[in-house]
C-alpha cells in the first residue's frame, strides 16, 4: 500500500523515539518514499561523530539494495567535504539545494554528480540541518540528500515533501546518533560490558554484584626513567604503542580492559555465571598475555634506538566485587577485593623472579596449559606466601 506523507511523517517521529540505527531510518524512509510513488535512484544521510576512531559515520540507500552504513576515519580524505556540494552548500548559507543533472552543467562541476549523471540519474536534492547544540559541539549537524532517475527529474509536489520531511529526519537521525555517542564514550572509557550496565541504570553507588572472574595486571618495566628523559609528546606516543599491544589481545579474546593505571591495565575475563566454569576464560586470560607480550617485544624492536619498556603480567581467578565505586558525584564502574590486589602484587614481582609472567595457583589449574612453579613467595599486605607459577 503506498505510503502518504502523513504516514511518512509518523513513522519519521516513531523513529525518532524508537529508532534503533541511522541505516534503518534511512532505509525505511527511503521504502516508504519509493512505496509513495516517487521514483528514487539513492538517498543519503551523513553526520560527524566522537570516535577515536572515525569522524564521520553516513548511510547510503541505493534502489533495491538496503540501506549500508559506512565510517570515515579522522586521517580519511579530510577535505571532502568543503569540496562536496554539502560543502558548497554551507559556504553559501544555503539549507537546501537541487541541481537538475539533466541539464548541461547542472552537476555544478563535482564529480560525484557528474558520476551520478553517467549513472543515469537526473535530479539531486539536499538538505544541510544544523543541530547548533552548545553542549554537543562536536555534532554540529547532518547532512541528507535525495537523487532521483525519472526523466523530468523530481516533480514541484516532491521537491516540496521532501523540504518538510527532512528537518523530521534530522531530529530523528539526532536522536539516534545522542544515544550511539553516549553508548561510544562508555564503551571507549569505562569497557563495553561496564558501560552497557551503566546504560541500563546501574549508576548508584556501591550497586554491583560479586563475580568469578580471571584478572589480568599488566605493566610497563622501565617507564618512570624514560619518562625523564623523552618529551611528553613523543612519550604519550610511545605509551599508546605499547596500551594497544596489551589491550588489543585482551578485547580480540572477549576480555574487558577497565582501567588504565599510568603505564599498566587491569583487565577481566568475565565467567559466565549460568556456567560457572573458569576453564575458558583462564585459556582466554593467559592466550591473550602471551600475544601482549610477543607484541610489545615487536614495540621495542621499532624503538630499539630508545630505552626498552618490558612488560609484566600477573593472572589470578578470583571473586570481585563489580560495580559503582567512588564518590556521590564522580563514579567509576570498576572490579575491586582482595583478588585484584593480589593479582597487582604478583605482577610486581616479575622483575625479582626473572619472568614476565606469573601466575597464580588456581589460574594455573584452570587455564588447562603446562606451567612449572617459581616457589612460595609473600605478597605484600598478605599475611600467607602464595606459591606463583609461569608457563613451562
Known amino acids: 500500500m503506498a505510503s502518504s506523507e502523513s504516514e511518512i511523517v509518523q513513522w519519521i517521529a516513531k523513529q525518532g523515539l524508537q529508532g534503533s540505527s541511522l541505516p534503518a531510518l534511512l ?103 544544523a543541530f547548533q547544540n552548545e553542549d554537543v559541539p562536536s555534532l554540529p549537524g547532518l547532512v541528507i540528500s535525495f537523487t532521483t532517475d525519472r526523466l523530468g527529474g523530481f516533480t514541484d509536489e516532491e521537491l516540496a515533501m521532501l523540504g518538510r520531511i527532512s528537518p523530521l529526519v534530522g531530529v530523528a537521525a539526532y536522536r539516534i546518533a545522542l544515544l550511539d555517542l553516549a553508548a561510544n564514550m562508555l564503551d571507549t572509557y569505562v569497557g563495553m560490558s561496564a558501560g552497557r550496565r551503566v546504560l541500563n541504570g546501574e549508576i548508584r553507588r556501591g550497586v554491583g554484584e560479586t563475580i568469578y572472574a580471571a584478572l589480568l595486571f599488566a605493566d610497563l618495566r622501565g617507564f618512570t626513567s624514560l619518562a625523564d628523559t623523552m618529551p611528553a609528546e613523543q612519550l604519550i606516543g610511545r605509551l599508546d604503542e605499547h596500551f594497544d599491544a596489551m589491550a588489543e589481545p585482551v578485547a580480540a579474546r572477549g576480555g574487558e580492559v577497565l582501567k588504565f593505571m599510568g603505564d599498566g591495565l587491569l583487565a577481566v575475563f568475565h565467567i559466565p555465571a549460568q556456567d560457572g566454569s573458569p576453564e575458558a576464560a583462564c585459556a582466554a586470560a593467559v592466550a591473550a598475555a602471551e600475544e601482549a607480550l610477543s607484541r610489545n617485544r615487536a614495540v621495542n624492536e621499532r624503538h630499539a634506538a630508545e630505552a626498552r619498556l618490558d612488560l609484566d603480567i600477573g593472572l589470578h581467578l578470583g571473586e570481585v566485587f563489580y560495580g559503582n565505586i567512588g564518590s556521590g558525584s564522580r563514579l567509576d564502574f570498576t572490579v575491586i577485593g582482595p583478588a585484584v590486589n593480589e593479582a597487582s602484587r604478583m605482577e610486581a614481582l616479575c622483575g625479582r623472579l626473572d619472568t614476565s609472567l606469573v601466575l597464580s595457583r588456581n589460574f594455573a589449574e584452570a587455564c588447562g596449559r603446562d606451567v612449572r612453579s617459581l616457589g612460595r613467595h609473600a605478597l605484600r599486605g598478605l599475611s600467607d606466601q602464595r606459591e606463583l607459577f609461569t608457563l613451562a
Open 27 to 129: 532505509d525505511g524512509l527511503s521504502r516508504k518514499l519509493a512505496e509513495g510513488g516517487m521514483q528514487l535512484w539513492r538517498s543519503y544521510l551523513a553526520l560527524p561523530t566522537v570516535n577515536p576512531l572515525f569522524r564521520v559515520v553516513n548511510s547510503t540507500w541505493r534502489q533495491g539494495v538496503a540501506a549500508v552504513q559506512e565510517t570515515i576515519s579522522h586521517e580519511q580524505s579530510p577535505t571532502a567535504f568543503g569540496e562536496s556540494p554539502f560543502g558548497s552548500m554551507q559556504r553559501e548559507g544555503q539549507e537546501t539545494r537541487r541541481w537538475r543533472l539533466e541539464e548541461p552543467g547542472g552537476d555544478g562541476g563535482f564529480t560525484i554528480l557528474a558520476d551520478f549523471k553517467k549513472a543515469g540519474a537526473t535530479d539531486h536534492f539536499a538538505s544541510l540541518l
